[in-house]
C-alpha cells in the first residue's frame, strides 16, 4: 500500500512547486515588466516583417524606422543604450498573440488605435506616433484618379488581420460597388500579388503604400490616389496590466515630440542643461524629479533626446530623407499647423 | 491485495499525473487571462464579421456572423481538399502503375516526377505555382481564348455557366441511370455465380449513363445553354471577365501544388501495392485462363487495394491537412478567414485555435472513418 508513496510525494511536490512558481509570478509587484528588461538586459520589441520607414532591418540586421526609435527611446530610458534591444519581426495576425503572452514588451508595429483592440484583448495604447489613414494605390496607366472612378468588380489586395480589411468593406459597401478582396498574411506577398497584375488596386495605410511602392519593381508605374478612406492613428502598445511600464513607454514617446517643440536635438541637448527655459531643463533632466514615478534616474529623457533624437529628426531620418513622405502632412507639430500635440513633462 | 495495487498503481498515477498537467494548464491560462484582462467566452461567434471574403461557396458578407464566416473557410478547405484528394488519385494511380511500365522513358519519367515534387518542400512549391506560374499568365485583356469560351487569365480561370432548364428532369435521369446500373450490376454478379455467364457491364454501364440523360434532352424538355464570360473594362487598363463562373487563381494554384505533391506519394503506394501481391498469384491466374485484363481486375487488384489502401489514407489526411498553407497565397481556408482574420478582429485566440483545432481533428477522423470503413471491405473475408 505505502509502497508507492515516494512517487506519489515527489509527484505531489513537484505539482506544488509549479503552482508556486506561478501564484509568484503572478503577485502584483510594481513594474514587473521594467525589473525583468533590467534583468534581462535589453528591451524586447514588436516590429513589422519589413516596412521602410516605420520598421525595417537592412542586410546587416539593423533596425531603422520610426516605431522602431520609440523602442529605443525606451532602451535608452530604462537601460540607458538605445541599441539594447531586441526586435521580434511579428505578421499582422501575430502581433497582439505574441504582447499578451509576454513574448514582447512593446509592440511598436503600425499599429492602428481602435477601441475594440483597446478595450477587449487585454492591451493598452499609449500614444500616437504617427498618423495615417487608409489609402488606393494604382497602377498609372489605369488611367484612375481618383477613387470615385472605382468600378463594379474591382479586386484589391491587402493584408489579413488589419483594419484595412474592415474600412475596405465599409468604404465599397457605402460606395455599392461589389469587389473581390484578396487578402494575404505578409506585406510582400501583397506587394509582389498587386505587382504581378492580380489585383486593380492595392489598398493600406497611406504610409504603407508609399513605403511599399518603393519595393515595386518600377515605383513610378503607381500612384496612390489622394483620398483618404479612414482614420488611422498608429502607436505602440503595451500589455494592461503594468501602469508603471505604460507610463515609461508613453513619456519615452511624449519627451521626443516634447523636445522638438522646444528645439532640443540629439546635438545640442547636452548643452541645453543651461537653459533659462525651466520646461527645457525638465526635459533634459536638469531640472525636477522627473524619472522618479517609474523608479528611473533623472536623465532618462536627456538619453533619449542624446542617443535617438526627438521625434523631428527620427521623422526626417526615416521618412521624409528616405523619400517615403517628405511632406510631414498632420505629423507635423501642433504650432507648426499639424495636430502632434502631447502633454507637458512636468 | 498488494498485488492488485502493483497492476493498478502505476495506471491511477498515470491517469492522476495526466488530469494534474491539463488541469494546471486549465488554471494557468484562466489565471493569466484574467489578469491581463482577457475574457473567455464563444459568443463573438454571433456577432457581425463585417469582414467580406474572397471566395465563398455559401452566401456571406460582412454583415454575416462570425460564425457564417467560419462555415466559408471550412467549406473552401473541404473544396480543395476533394479537389487535391481526386486529382491526386487519379494522377497518383497513373504514375503508380507507369513506374511498373516496361517502357524505359515512361518509367524513367514516372520516377523523375516523383523524386523532383517530393523532395521539394509544399510550401515552395505553392509559392512556385501561385508566384511564379501567376506572373506568367496574360491579363484578361491579352487572354487567349480556350475553345473560344474560357479564358486563364492572371485574375483566374473564366469558364461558362451552365444555364438549365428543367434540371430536375435531368438529374432524375441521372439518378435513375445510376440506380439501374447498380441493379444491372447485382445481377450480373448473381448470374456469374449461378451460370457463370459473363456480362458486359461496363459497357451497359456507360450506355445507360449517356443514353438517359440523352433522352432526357429529346423529350424531357431539358435545355442547356451557357452564359459565355465576357470581358468588361474598368480602368483604361484594366478589365475583368463578367458572367460565367471564374476560379480564383489561388484556388488553381493551391489545388495544383497539392495534388501534385501528394501524387507523388500516393503513386509510391500504389507501387507498392502493385509490386507487393505475390508473381504466384499471376501466374497461377494466367495458368487457368484468366486474360490479363480479368488477372489485373480479379487478381491483383483486390490484393493490391489491400496495400494500397492504409498508406493511401495517411495522405489524404496529409494533403487536408497541408491545404491549411492556403493562407500564404490569399486562398480563403479556415486558417486564413477563422483562425486569420477573425481571430485578429475580436482577439480570441484561445476559443479560434481551438475551434480551429478541433475542426480539423474532426475533418481527419471523418476521412479516417470512410476509409477504414472502405478497407474493411476489401479486407480479406473470413468465413
Request: a neutral charge.
Amino acid at each position: 500500500m505505502f509502497k508507492y508513496l515516494k512517487q506519489l510525494t515527489s509527484l505531489v511536490a513537484m505539482v506544488a512547486v509549479l503552482f508556486t512558481f506561478t501564484t509568484e509570478t503572478m503577485a502584483a509587484k510594481k513594474s514587473k515588466t521594467l525589473k525583468n528588461t533590467q534583468k534581462k538586459g535589453f528591451v524586447r520589441c514588436g516590429v513589422s516583417q519589413g516596412l521602410p520607414g516605420f520598421s525595417n532591418a537592412d542586410a546587416a540586421g539593423n533596425w531603422t524606422g520610426v516605431d522602431v526609435d520609440v523602442c529605443r527611446a525606451v532602451a535608452a530610458a530604462v537601460l540607458g543604450d538605445a541599441n539594447k534591444v531586441k526586435f521580434t519581426p511579428l505578421s499582422a495576425k501575430e502581433r497582439f498573440t505574441a504582447l499578451t503572452s509576454g513574448e514582447i514588451d512593446i509592440l511598436s508595429r503600425n499599429t492602428t488605435w481602435t477601441l475594440s483592440r483597446d478595450a477587449d484583448i487585454g492591451l493598452t495604447f499609449v500614444g500616437v506616433n504617427f498618423y495615417d489613414g487608409q489609402g488606393f494605390m494604382v497602377r498609372k496607366s489605369s488611367g484612375i484618379t481618383s477613387t470615385s472612378q472605382f468600378k463594379n468588380g474591382i479586386s484589391a489586395c491587402t493584408n489579413i488581420g488589419t483594419t484595412t480589411e474592415l474600412n475596405m468593406r465599409d468604404f465599397f459597401n457605402s460606395r455599392g460597388i461589389s469587389y473581390e478582396p484578396v487578402a494575404f498574411e505578409k506585406a510582400d506577398e501583397v506587394v509582389a500579388a498587386y505587382d504581378a497584375g492580380r489585383c486593380d488596386t492595392y489598398t493600406t495605410d497611406k504610409s504603407g503604400l508609399a513605403a511599399q511602392r518603393t519595393k515595386m519593381k518600377n515605383p513610378d508605374e503607381h500612384i496612390v490616389l489622394p483620398e483618404t478612406i479612414s482614420k488611422e492613428p498608429l502607436g505602440p502598445v503595451v500589455r494592461q496590466g503594468d501602469s508603471v511600464w505604460e507610463d515609461i513607454v508613453r513619456w519615452s514617446l511624449n519627451t521626443m515630440i516634447e523636445a522638438e517643440e522646444y528645439g532640443i536635438t540629439s546635438a545640442n541637448a547636452d548643452s541645453m542643461k543651461t537653459s533659462d527655459n525651466p520646461q527645457i531643463k525638465r526635459l533634459v533632466g536638469a531640472e525636477g524629479e522627473m524619472g522618479a514615478a517609474f523608479g528611473l534616474d533623472n536623465e532618462w529623457n536627456l538619453r533619449i533626446i542624446k542617443q535617438v533624437g526627438n521625434y523631428g529628426e527620427s521623422y526626417k531620418r526615416n521618412i521624409a530623407d528616405t523619400g517615403i513622405l517628405p511632406d510631414r502632412g498632420p505629423n507635423e507639430l501642433w504650432t507648426k499647423g499639424g495636430i502632434l500635440y502631447v502633454p507637458p513633462s512636468r | 491485495m498488494n498485488f492488485k495495487l502493483k497492476d493498478i498503481g502505476p495506471q491511477l498515477m498515470t491517469v492522476l499525473a495526466v488530469v494534474l498537467v491539463f488541469g494546471f494548464f486549465t488554471y494557468n491560462a484562466q489565471v493569466n487571462m484574467e489578469s491581463r484582462g482577457i475574457d473567455f467566452g464563444y459568443g463573438f461567434l454571433s456577432q457581425e464579421s463585417s469582414f467580406d471574403v474572397q471566395f465563398s461557396l455559401i452566401e456571406y458578407d460582412g454583415s454575416h456572423s462570425y460564425f457564417r464566416a467560419y462555415l466559408v473557410g471550412l467549406l473552401n478547405t473541404i473544396l480543395v481538399s476533394v479537389i487535391g484528394i481526386i486529382l491526386a488519385t487519379i494522377l497518383g494511380v497513373i504514375v503508380g502503375i507507369a513506374r511498373l511500365s516496361p517502357n524505359y522513358l515512361i518509367n524513367k519519367f514516372a520516377a523523375f516526377y516523383v523524386e523532383f515534387f517530393r523532395n521539394i518542400p509544399l510550401l515552395l512549391q505553392i509559392f512556385f505555382w501561385y508566384f511564379a506560374a501567376l506572373r506568367a499568365l496574360p491579363l484578361p485583356q491579352d487572354a487567349e481564348a480556350m475553345f473560344g469560351i474560357s479564358f486563364l487569365t492572371i485574375k483566374g480561370l473564366y469558364v461558362p455557366a451552365f444555364i438549365w432548364q428543367n434540371f430536375n428532369v435531368f438529374f432524375y435521369s441521372v439518378v435513375a441511370a445510376i440506380i439501374a446500373i447498380i441493379i444491372i450490376r447485382i445481377h450480373a454478379k448473381k448470374l456469374q455465380e449461378t451460370k457463370g455467364k459473363q456480362t458486359p457491364v461496363l459497357l451497359i454501364s456507360i450506355g445507360l449513363i449517356f443514353i438517359l440523360p440523352l433522352l432526357s434532352f429529346l423529350i424531357g424538355g431539358v435545355r442547356l445553354s451557357f452564359e459565355v464570360p465576357v470581358l468588361k473594362q474598368l480602368a483604361t487598363t484594366s478589365f475583368i471577365y463578367e458572367g460565367g463562373v471564374s476560379l480564383p487563381p489561388e484556388l488553381i494554384a493551391l489545388a495544383l501544388s497539392l495534388s501534385l505533391y501528394t501524387a507523388t506519394f500516393i503513386a509510391e503506394c500504389v507501387r507498392a501495392g502493385i509490386q507487393g501481391v505475390g508473381k504466384g498469384q499471376k501466374e497461377a491466374a494466367a495458368s487457368i485462363g484468366l486474360t490479363p485484363n480479368q488477372v489485373l481486375k480479379l487478381v491483383v487488384m483486390p490484393q493490391a487495394l489491400r496495400i494500397i489502401i492504409p498508406p493511401t489514407t495517411n495522405q489524404y489526411l496529409n494533403l487536408t491537412k497541408n491545404s491549411s498553407l492556403a493562407a500564404a497565397i490569399a486562398y480563403p481556408d479556415l486558417v486564413l478567414v477563422f483562425a486569420g482574420t477573425a481571430l485578429m478582429q475580436t482577439g480570441k485566440a484561445i476559443e479560434i485555435v481551438s475551434i480551429t483545432m478541433f475542426t480539423y481533428l474532426s475533418l481527419s477522423i471523418s476521412i479516417s472513418i470512410l476509409m477504414n470503413w472502405y478497407n474493411r471491405k476489401i479486407a480479406i473475408q473470413e468465413k
